[in-house]
């Protein structure tokens, strides 16, 4: 007999609550939940979901190569869980004794691509406990300017932890993040947002999701963001349409600085030397409407009524995301954005961007497990970048592996993470995985990156295990609850779940004491125990448990900023102390048609990309529901430019770079601008039930764009690839 069972998908970061049917060990079907905070809507992958779990390609058992890495065929040999975890366990402990742990890096498919945000923060502590500094996790693509170039102005991550105050903003602006595809919980508390009469101003290449619905949408070249909002900050400032108080009491504005040297000083330095205040030289760096229309297409009135708009309709809550983290300039243009949110005065109150409060637990991200003495790869090239926090850029790695600078990457120990393809330079990343010593991947599919690996592991889905998540983050409501998701269905095969593989892992490399000696139950329990609730609650309440927390507002006012001088740091006298701009400035990308009119000639339109609402990044080409809707690649290109190159809607074109070329099949959009073209990156499986094709990833008739790609020339503070904006042609084929 069928039975409904609260649940929740992880599919993707929206982690949306859902009521799961299960008939007889099967899973059958995923729908909304409406009483939970994410419950509202379910999306097409997560309905796909028994798909997904039923798939005849799923990895069931472990499996060893038997042939050399430049083998076609990996020559994969079923061994047994024990085989593989002593084998796993020697090795790394071999590598780490002959080099250091630190020549083991750790990988993981994003928490915000897969149901590795179950178990990310025990494989941070299994990286920890093992003593290397090097995890490989797309910080540089995916979070950098969410989270950690944020640091630099607001000694906080905003607005990756201080997320929007949807319920209660009296404006939204969505820069290069469209929730529509790629978080279904906020794409509705949008929709019900601006129900209730907020304001939306949305910044894109592309007329896509809600920007269709927004009072503004700012159509910017791709890669020119920062200009965008230094204009828009001037405005602001020449209009006085900013929270005086807020800029004058509670960022670096009115100090001083040498005009001698640039060094900033803090209130109450003398010096003879000549000195301007901040605001002045802020104001000066500021781009006015008509030059940042000249750079960035949006025209000069926009820029204004935008401008206007964010203060007459303030609170401001704002999100960025991929839109903005892939560029060679990401972290100058979070840094003029910081500066245009600082001058809303909106941050940390009741419409703007906030903290909700989380669910008081213990930390299990290993950070007192944290040896002294190793150094992150990258932390020499770029000391304020990714790495400092232990993060591995793409590029490093292969760098790492491949030429040994700064030292041999040894082992990689990888959880998902389809590496080559989600990487520019996908064939320089499939060298570099074969030039390592050691490299085991866990995933429920042979990925491109897996034809790498000395062992593959074989994970559950997300509904063949039990799960913990404490927050969901977009409301305070979300973020309050806790949910325990059931096993619904038993593992397919021989698969053991992330966490169990894990737990495994650690206990046989000597590490069970920092891992409660390989006990879940013993393992969540530590972590829920301040707050309040139990293992058996939550496993008596599959939908989950809802804590009567309260958002705290204006929490500066207490202790001030997070940043080493208490405040706002608009001018950044670290970034200085680096010799990078202290105030946020604008630069040119580093594949463009001003930056680089050699290429310029040749490949005369402007390259981005953006995500599938049918696919998670590079997964799920293989499901048959999802590719009936999308089952070819596709570029999106104006229908002039189309026209231009005789080339008709639905064609096979070839997109190409001074990289190489690739297929796709064109799709027209008259909202783009004719100089700019969209593609898609991810594609590589076949659909067997469709008779659709796979793609190879590398050579002749591939479709995978980050084949094309470059990861330079990247940002250089954090190492974030220029996969957003560079230059292509597009042919028929
Ligand atoms: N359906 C689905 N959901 C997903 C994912 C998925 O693959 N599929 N992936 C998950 C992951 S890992 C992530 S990181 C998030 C990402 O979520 P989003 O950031 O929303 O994803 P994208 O669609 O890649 O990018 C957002 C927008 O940026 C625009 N854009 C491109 N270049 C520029 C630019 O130079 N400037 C500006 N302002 N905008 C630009 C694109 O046109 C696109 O509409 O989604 C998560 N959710
Ligand atoms: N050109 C271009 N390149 C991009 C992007 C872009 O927008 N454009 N986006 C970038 C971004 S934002 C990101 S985050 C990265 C994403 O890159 P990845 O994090 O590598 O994401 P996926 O491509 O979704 O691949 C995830 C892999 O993990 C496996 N997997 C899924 N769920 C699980 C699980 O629960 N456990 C385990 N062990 N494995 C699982 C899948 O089968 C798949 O093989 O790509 C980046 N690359
Ligand atoms: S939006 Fe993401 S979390 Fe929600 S149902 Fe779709 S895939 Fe699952
Ligand atoms: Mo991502």
Same mark, same amino acid.
């Given at each position: 007999m069928a039975t409904d069972v609260a649940t929740f998908c992880p599919?993707? #970061?929206?982690?949306c609550g859902a009521t799961a049917t299960v008939d007889n060990g099967r899973l059958l079907a995923l729908r909304p939940?409406?009483?939970?905070?994410?419950?509202?809507a379910i999306c097409v992958k997560g309905k796909a979901a028994p798909e997904i779990v039923a798939h005849p390609e799923r990895l069931l058992h472990p499996l060893r190569r038997t042939? $050399?890495?430049?083998?076609? &065929?990996?020559g994969w040999e079923r061994i047994s869980w024990d085989e593989a975890l002593t084998t796993i366990a020697a090795k790394l402990t071999a590598i780490a004794s002959e080099s250091?742990? !630190?020549?083991v890096v750790f990988g993981s498919a994003s928490p915000s691509t897969s149901a590795m945000s179950d178990s990310i923060d025990w494989l941070v502590r299994l990286r920890r406990a093992f003593g290397s500094p090097n995890l490989l996790g797309y910080m540089e693509l995916c979070g950098w300017g969410r989270y950690f170039a944020t640091m630099y102005t607001w000694? !906080? $991550?905003? /607005? =990756?932890?201080?997320? @929007?105050?949807?319920?209660? %903003?009296g404006c939204i602006l969505y820069w290069g993040y469209n929730p529509s595809v790629s978080r279904l919980a906020h794409a509705t508390a949008t929709t019900a947002a601006r129900r209730r009469g907020a304001k939306l101003v949305v910044v894109d290449p592309r007329r896509a999701g809600l920007a269709s619905k927004a009072d503004q949408w700012l159509r910017v070249r791709p890669g020119t963001d920062a200009a965008l909002a230094l204009a828009i900050t001037r405005v602001m400032i020449e209009n006085d349409w900013y929270d005086k108080e807020f800029v004058e009491k509670?960022?670096?504005?009115?100090w001083l600085v040498?005009? &001698?040297? =640039?060094e900033l000083l803090a209130p109450g330095t003398t010096t003879d030397a000549p000195t301007r205040a901040v605001w002045d030289l802020l104001a000066e760096s500021c781009l006015t409407p008509e030059e940042a229309e000249r750079i960035t297409g949006v025209p000069a009135e926009q820029i204004v009524a935008v401008a206007r708009l964010l203060w007459e309709a303030r609170p401001v809550a704002f999100y960025t995301w991929s839109g903005l983290e892939q560029h060679s300039n990401a972290t100058q243009t979070v840094r003029a954005i910081s500066q245009l949110y600082a001058l809303t005065?909106?941050? &940390?109150?009741p419409g703007g961007n906030v903290l909700f409060t989380p669910i008081p637990a213990n930390p299990i991200d290993g950070m007192d497990l944290r040896p002294p003495g190793t150094r992150a790869i990258g932390v020499d090239d770029? /000391?304020? +970048?990714p790495a400092r926090y232990e993060f591995v850029t793409g590029e490093d790695f292969y760098r790492a592996a491949l030429?040994?600078? @700064?030292?041999?990457?040894?082992a990689l120990v990888n959880f998902g993470a389809n590496l080559v393809m989600a990487h520019g330079d996908s064939a320089r990343g499939r060298d570099a995985l074969a030039a390592l010593d050691f490299f085991v991947h866990t995933d429920l599919f042979l990925n491109p990156t897996a034809a790498q690996a000395d062992l593959v592991l074989p994970a559950t889905s997300a509904w063949e295990a039990e799960a913990l998540r404490m927050g969901f983050e977009t409301s305070q409501a979300a973020q309050s609850t806790v949910q325990l998701?059931?096993?619904?269905v038993a593992p397919r095969g021989e698969a053991r779940s992330d966490l169990r593989i894990i737990f495994d892992l650690a206990v046989a490399l000597g590490l069970g004491a920092q891992f409660f000696d390989g006990d879940l139950d013993a393992a969540w329990r530590h972590q829920l125990?301040?707050?309040? #609730?139990t293992l058996d609650q939550l496993r008596a309440a599959p939908e989950g448990i809802r804590l009567p927390l309260e958002t705290v507002h204006r929490k500066y006012e207490q202790? =001030?900023?997070?940043?080493p001088s208490g #405040? #706002? !740091?608009?001018?950044s006298e670290t970034l200085r102390q680096h010799g990078y701009p202290p105030l946020p400035t604008y630069a040119e990308p580093s594949l463009s048609p001003l930056s680089r009119p050699d290429l310029a000639a040749r490949y005369p339109l402007v390259l981005t990309c953006a995500k599938s609402l049918f696919f998670c990044e590079t997964q799920h080409r293989e499901i048959t529901s999802l590719r009936k809707s999308a089952p070819e690649p596709q570029v999106e290109l104006h229908p002039d430019t189309a026209a231009a190159r005789n080339i008709s809607a639905g064609d096979w074109v070839r997109l190409e770079t001074p990289k190489g070329s690739i297929r796709a099949r064109a799709k027209f959009n008259?909202?783009?601008? $004719?100089?700019v073209v969209c593609g898609q990156h991810g594609w590589w499986q076949p659909a067997g039930d469709l008779g659709q094709p796979g793609y190879p /990833?590398? +050579?002749? +008739?591939? %479709?995978?764009l980050n084949l094309v790609l *470059?990861?330079?020339? *990247?940002? /250089?503070?954090?190492?974030?690839? @220029?996969l957003r904006a560079s230059l292509c042609e597009i042919t028929r084929d």
């Open positions: 599919l993707c #970061v929206s982690r939940l409406p009483g939970h905070p994410t419950g509202q042939t $050399p890495k430049s083998a076609d &065929d990996p250091g742990p !630190e020549a000694g !906080e $991550p905003v /607005p =990756g932890a201080y997320l @929007p105050d949807l319920d209660q %903003a509670w960022t670096n504005a009115s040498r005009t &001698d040297t =640039g005065g909106s941050l &940390d109150k770029r /000391p304020l +970048g030429d040994g600078v @700064p030292y041999r990457a040894r998701r059931q096993q619904l125990a301040p707050s309040g #609730v202790r =001030g900023f997070r940043t #405040v #706002v !740091e608009l001018y008259v909202n783009l601008d $004719p100089g /990833p590398f +050579g002749d +008739g591939s %479709a995978n *470059s990861q330079t020339p *990247s940002d /250089p503070i954090s190492g974030s690839s @220029p």
